[in-house]
């Protein structure tokens, strides 16, 4: 597809358990974020991948979200023992080039995750 | 420091109206000012985007206005239209990296 896809599209999970989202990014993005969206609210970042560089993980708000990105290819985003805090829309976004170029960021659909 | 406010929270216009939405920043690092424009179900689409060397820009009937000594930037939407009923978001952030987000605007644009 040409643009960035997010699996899955939903996802309704029980206090305490894990979840692994996914993130296709666009061909050829080197760059690709993680944020979070809670309901009515902004996009909060998460996590930076820049080619091979270490990535920046300000974003996370605690040791139980990481992020894992091979390559220039797909990224998953892991959330351990979820919360229902940690309920959100989770959007992926890519981008060419190194940061400085004033690239877009092309955003994917997002995963909504419920936690009950 | 890196808190953009943004506002109003929500926005109604009629149709061929002009639709405003405002945002100011605190960290005077930041050096590109995008707005993005969000449909329900759907990830955020890069509408228009500023950097601070110019003090407005055009694209179509969109326009950014931008204050450097103010530190505030807006987005106007002349003419609007009811296919332009979305949520907008304002950002910023430093070369182009990581975004910091307004809360956003529902802008419903009645017929």
């Known amino acids: 597809g040409a643009g960035v896809s997010q699996s899955p599209s939903n996802k309704v999970t029980e206090k305490g358990k894990d979840v692994e989202l996914r993130c296709d990014p666009i061909?050829?993005?080197?760059?690709l974020y993680w944020y979070r969206q809670r309901l009515g609210q902004g996009l909060e970042f998460l996590i930076y991948f820049q080619g091979n560089s270490a990535p920046d993980k300000s974003g996370l708000p605690s040791d139980r979200f990481s992020a894992e990105r091979t390559g220039e290819s797909v990224s998953t985003l892991t959330i351990q023992r979820t919360q229902q805090e940690d309920s959100a829309v989770y959007l992926c976004a890519s981008r060419p080039g190194l940061a400085g170029a004033w690239n877009e960021q092309f955003f994917g659909p997002g995963t909504r995750l419920t936690v009950l | 420091q890196q808190q953009v406010k943004q506002s109003p929270q929500s926005l109604i216009v009629q149709k061929g109206g002009i639709s405003i939405i405002n945002c100011a920043y605190e960290?005077?690092?930041?050096?590109?000012f995008p707005w993005y424009q969000q449909f329900p179900g759907k990830g955020p689409a890069l509408l228009i985007a500023i950097r601070p060397d110019v003090s407005e820009k055009k694209e179509g009937r969109f326009t950014i206005s931008f204050n450097k000594s103010a530190k505030q930037f807006s987005l106007h939407i002349m003419d609007s239209q009811p296919g332009d009923s979305a949520t907008y978001f304002c950002?910023?952030?430093?070369?182009?990296?990581?975004?910091?987000f307004g809360a956003g605007t529902i802008l419903r644009v009645k017929s």
């Open positions: 960290n005077t690092a930041f050096d590109y």
């Open positions: 061909s050829g993005h080197t760059a």
């Open positions: 950002a910023a952030s430093k070369g182009g990296n990581k975004l910091v």
